[in-house]
C-alpha cells in the first residue's frame, strides 16, 4: 500500500473552510484514499473515500488531482467539534487498514 | 454510519489476569473485523484481522498466545489479554468491515493493569 505524508498540525478558525492536504506520491491505479477523523479518546470516525473522481458527502468533500499523487480533504465550514486528528490512508481495496501520524487540526473561535 | 459497541468502555485488572474485551456490530454483519491498539499520543497500530469462523491473522511482532481473539459469528468478536501485566495498558480499538471495504469503529475499551 502506498505511504501517505501529513502535515503534523494545522489551525482553522470556526466557520471557514479546513482543507487537510495529503501527499501520496506512489499511489497505484487500483489504490483508494480513505479519510478518517479521532476525537480524544474515541474511535475514528469514516469521513470519506474516493478513488479517482472527487467526492462529496454530508461531512466533507475530497479533491483528488489528476495525477492522484495528492488529495485534499475539506471541511467546508468547521466547527470546534471538527478538533481532531485526520488520517488519510491509501489501500488496495479490502486491504487493511495502517494508520500513520495524521494531522492534528485544531479549530479556534 | 453502521454502529459498531464495545464492552467494557474502561477496565483495570490485577497483573496475571485475563481480560476479555468485546466488539459487537449492531446493525450489520461483519465477516472481517479488525484489532488495533493505541498508546497515549500514539496513532492506530493494527494488531490482528479477525474473520468469522477462522482464525485470526496477527500482525508482526504481536503475540498470538498473549491476545486470544475468537470470532464466533457475524455480528460478534471478542479479544482476551491473557495474563495482562502493566505494559499492556492502552486504549483497545476494534473495528468491522462494511461492504465498501469502509472500516467502522467501536468507541474503544480503555485498559489499565495494575
Known amino acids: 500500500d502506498a505511504k501517505t505524508t501529513q502535515p503534523t498540525s494545522m489551525d482553522c478558525a470556526e466557520g471557514r473552510a479546513a482543507n487537510l492536504p495529503c501527499n501520496h506520491s506512489?499511489?497505484?491505479?487500483?489504490?483508494?484514499v480513505y479519510w478518517y477523523r479521532q476525537i480524544h479518546s474515541q474511535g475514528p470516525q469514516y469521513i470519506i473515500h474516493?478513488?479517482?473522481n472527487n467526492e462529496t458527502n454530508e461531512m466533507a468533500s475530497l479533491i483528488i488531482t489528476e495525477d492522484r499523487k495528492s488529495s485534499t480533504l475539506i471541511l467546508p465550514h468547521a466547527t470546534l467539534r471538527d478538533t481532531a486528528v485526520y488520517y488519510c490512508?491509501?489501500?488496495?481495496?479490502?486491504?487493511?487498514?495502517?494508520f500513520g501520524s495524521g494531522t492534528k487540526l485544531n479549530v479556534k473561535p | 454510519g453502521a454502529v459498531v459497541s464495545q464492552h467494557p468502555s474502561w477496565v483495570i485488572c490485577k497483573s496475571g489476569t485475563s481480560v476479555k474485551i468485546e466488539c459487537r456490530s449492531l446493525?450489520?454483519?461483519?465477516?472481517?473485523m479488525f484489532w488495533y491498539r493505541q498508546f497515549p499520543k500514539q496513532s492506530l497500530m493494527l494488531m490482528a484481522t479477525?474473520?468469522?469462523?477462522?482464525?485470526?491473522?496477527?500482525e508482526q511482532g504481536v503475540e498470538k498466545d498473549k491476545f486470544l481473539i475468537n470470532h464466533a459469528s457475524l455480528t460478534l468478536s471478542t479479544l482476551t489479554v491473557t495474563s495482562a501485566h502493566p505494559e499492556d495498558s492502552s486504549f483497545y480499538i476494534c473495528?468491522?468491515?462494511?461492504?465498501?471495504?469502509?472500516?467502522?469503529f467501536g468507541p474503544g475499551t480503555r485498559l489499565t493493569v495494575l
Open positions: 473495528s468491522a468491515r462494511g461492504l465498501k471495504n469502509e472500516q467502522f
Open positions: 506512489t499511489i497505484s491505479g487500483n489504490e483508494y
Open positions: 474516493g478513488l479517482k
Open positions: 490512508i491509501v489501500i488496495y481495496n479490502f486491504n487493511k487498514f495502517y
Open positions: 446493525d450489520f454483519q461483519a465477516t472481517t
Open positions: 479477525s474473520n468469522e469462523g477462522s482464525k485470526a491473522t496477527y
